[in-house]
């Protein structure tokens, strides 16, 4: 019988407490086990609540790739009783802001690697303690801080930064863990702000409760126990903690039942994953279809043994027919796809493993009703086309000090609107037909329009900008904007460069055409669908 628990808290609690010498995670070449992780969030917590005196409820951002330390922070932070909120580590000096300042975050964890960034609006925002740390920080001995000289003086991987008063990560870890009043939490009680696009450009904050998290972890385990044997599997974690699908599945349900995670800080250097690989007997491994098409085209891993892999799970972006077959003709293994979105934490459904229908996103998880609504929220005939809708114990409670946003996207009994179109067969599958809104998919970062659109408003040569996906066979979609521009001057490469400066990389357009004027409604909208239509003929 799959546990369930009702806070997160005593998820971590009782996976560090009872899993002891079994390995936890790997990461270029160093694993940390339960036990030495339990030991050492500790540590971490008790520096926050004690040596910071930071109270729970308050707001810790984490700004790390996929390293050791992102668990040692994570769970110490939870155990503090603090709520996270994770930025991704390419953002820009903007995108950090305007989370940091939105989610009112008190501290800040961040990658020296990275740190220039924060480090440029750390002022401009309502951090009052900042913990650097470097790659090389969590490895024992010598070996760490040869691999901090390395990565910095001789990769230079660290562009120079300042950030006064900022704590040095190892420095904080020497602490001696003391104790203090245990955080209380239900499953009402909030744990995670985790950032989303929106359909006015402004990244909102999905807020994701205990009960929320801990029981998707329960969902997927009942929904996929295949995956989640108890103390056997070992994962590959690609996909960035940072993002909710990741941190979900690695971080809270397969360490929830002793798992081992094998951390990749960069999948898209080949063949660093497949060295960490090589050794390692791999049971389930998450990706998306991006990842999945790289990796068959690279001869490397197919010299890999796949002999115990038994489960390889998609998500972030549709899966291709190709990169399916592709992936199932190299590892003997068929890839199981799901959905979800942030606001659903993010799982809502998934193909059966031993019933997988590929071009389906699945069936529901447990506890979770799907709705499939047309025109005035009235449910559409069985295989016709309408929003899908959802209805679960896994879906937030709104959007983080935006009422008015919120409501938008809940029916008036509590189903949450996704935004995509689908259908549902007649045994059960689901199937996403299109997107209802103008959210470009880049390998499986969700990108808004209208982020980007306001980006290039504020350059002064530009008149007007429109965002659009273009498909492509690599990634899913691109990103084209066409551009009206004031200064006749203005070239591809100005474009570009000025979305470079401030937008993540997976935002940053591959494509630019120049016009005159942009297509519009008679209310002077502009018609992405119009360019859309036009691109594609």
């Keep these: 019988m799959v546990q369930r628990f009702e806070n997160v808290i005593d998820l971590v609690n009782h996976a560090l407490s009872r899993y002891g010498d079994r390995p936890a995670y790997t990461c270029l070449g160093h694993t940390i086990r339960f036990a030495e992780l339990d030991a050492r969030s500790r540590v971490f917590a008790s520096y926050l609540r004690n040596e910071l005196g930071m109270l729970p409820g308050e707001r810790i951002a984490i700004q790390l790739p996929n390293i050791i330390q992102f668990p040692v922070v994570l769970y110490g932070a939870i155990r503090a009783g603090l709520v996270i909120v ?17 989610s009112g975050a008190k501290a800040l964890v961040v990658l020296a690697n990275v ?24 490895h024992p001995g010598l070996k760490g801080h040869l691999m901090n000289f390395v990565v910095k003086r001789i990769k230079k991987m660290v562009p120079d930064f300042s950030i006064p008063g900022a704590l040095r990560y190892r420095d904080v870890m020497k602490h001696r863990a003391r104790k203090f009043p245990a955080p209380e939490a239900d499953a ?3 744990l995670m702000l985790q950032y989303t696009g929106g359909t006015t450009g402004v990244s909102k904050g999905a807020m994701l409760s205990h009960g929320n998290l801990a029981s998707n972890v329960w969902q997927m385990i009942s929904h996929m126990p295949v995956a989640f044997d108890e103390a056997k599997e070992v994962f590959v974690a690609c996909l960035p903690l940072y993002h909710i699908y990741a941190l979900n599945l690695h971080a809270l349900a397969a360490f929830s039942v002793g798992s081992h995670n094998i951390l990749i800080p960069n999948p898209r250097d080949l063949d660093s994953l497949v060295k960490a690989l090589r050794s390692v007997p791999f049971t389930v491994f998450i990706g998306i279809n991006t990842l999945f098409r790289a990796l068959v085209r690279y001869d490397a891993f197919k010299t890999l043994d796949f002999s115990t892999l038994k489960l390889t799970s998609a998500g972030g972006m549709a899966l291709t027919e190709d990169a399916a077959k592709g992936w199932h003709d190299t590892t003997g293994c068929k890839v199981c796809e799901g959905y979800g979105l942030t606001e659903t934490s993010p799982v809502l459904t998934g193909n059966p493993a031993d019933a997988i229908r590929l071009g389906s996103i699945g069936k529901p998880l447990p506890e979770t009703e799907l709705r499939i609504l047309g025109d005035n929220d009235q449910e559409v005939a069985q295989g016709e086309v309408g929003e899908l809708c959802a209805r679960g114990p896994q879906v937030m409670s709104g959007y983080w000090g935006r009422e008015a946003e919120t409501a938008k996207v809940f029916t008036s009994d509590g189903f949450f609107r996704t935004g995509d179109m689908a259908t549902c067969c007649d045994d059960g599958y689901y199937r996403i037909v299109d997107r209802k809104k103008d959210m470009i998919i880049v390998s499986g970062f969700n990108v808004y329009p209208n982020e980007i659109e306001e ?69 002077g909208k502009v018609l992405r669908r119009q360019l859309r239509e036009e691109n594609a003929a």
């Design 86 to 102: 994770n930025i991704n580590p390419l953002y820009t000096a903007r995108e950090i802001k305007h989370q940091l300042n939105d």
């Design 115 to 138: 740190a220039s960034a924060a480090a440029e609006v750390r002022e401009q925002t309502g951090i009052e303690h900042v913990i650097v740390t470097e790659l090389g920080d969590e």
């Design 188 to 190: 009402q009680t909030l």
């Design 455 to 523: 980006v290039l408003a504020t350059h002064p040569g530009i008149v007007e900008a429109a965002a659009i996906g273009v498909p492509d066979s690599e990634s899913g979609e691109i990103i084209k904007v066409v551009v009206v521009a004031e200064d006749p001057q203005l070239t591809v490469e100005d474009v570009l460069a000025f979305c470079h400066k401030n937008l993540t990389r997976y935002k940053v357009p591959k494509r630019v055409e120049f016009r005159s004027e942009l297509p519009k409604s008679n209310v």
